[in-house]
């Protein structure tokens, strides 16, 4: 699986959840590379470094409690190198090989954290923090955050938080939905729709 630089997208955190039914030959495939766990499920790491950054990625299959044959993954990548589940160290490129055969799409939630420190050059897309200046008896003097839904009729389509930090370094979460196919660009495809949603919000000055 490649590699990506959250850094340069201002990235913290990711994570992708998806549902899907794995036949017992897949089944198979990755109990043969991965034992379960205490509480069955099965793990994947990988660390690396871009830059002096560290990175850390883990990948969690778990079998669902509800429907017969239906599994949920988990994928998270951070920049915080290796904090989490470091027990097993079998690759979540290996995992991605193994269920790339599902030859269709999957709906995955995603969401994604970034952070613009201080010294970073940004505009977003309403002024913050907004100041209070007419209101009779004042509960609060400052508005620091902000939160966005647009919807594709009833079906949420992206959910956008806009926050500053007591420091007044901004932070953005973004999670939406998005249909994926499993292979070795899976993160790149997920940061490509989270930035053109995240775009709309924050402009990036240079650094």
Not at 23 to 28: G, H, V, Y
Not at 64 to 85: F, L, M, N, P
């Amino acid at each position: 699986m490649k590699h990506v630089d959250l850094k340069e997208f201002d990235i913290e955190e990711m994570d992708i959840t998806f549902w899907v039914w794995l036949p017992e030959d897949l089944l198979k495939k990755i109990r043969g590379v991965v034992a379960a766990d205490a509480d069955g499920d099965y793990l994947f790491t990988d660390s690396y470094k871009i830059g002096n950054v560290g990175h850390f990625v883990a990948a969690m299959v778990s079998k669902s409690k509800y429907v017969q044959g239906e599994y949920r993954v988990r994928i998270i990548c951070d920049r915080k190198g290796g904090r989490r589940w470091v027990a097993q160290r079998v690759s979540v490129g290996k995992l991605v090989e193994i269920i790339s055969s599902i030859d269709k799409e999957i709906v995955a939630i995603c969401w994604l954290k970034l952070s613009f420190g201080r010294r970073r050059r940004y505009k977003t897309i309403v002024s913050l923090p907004m100041k209070v200046t007419e209101m009779p008896e004042r509960l609060y003097d400052e508005i620091h955050g902000m939160h966005f839904i647009k919807r594709e009729g009833k079906v949420l389509k992206y959910d956008v938080i806009l926050d500053l930090d007591p420091d007044r370094s901004l932070r953005e979460m973004i999670t939406f939905r998005k249909a994926i196919n499993m292979n070795e660009s899976v993160l790149e495809e997920v940061i490509r729709e989270g930035m053109r949603i995240s775009d709309g919000f924050v402009s990036r000055g240079e650094r």
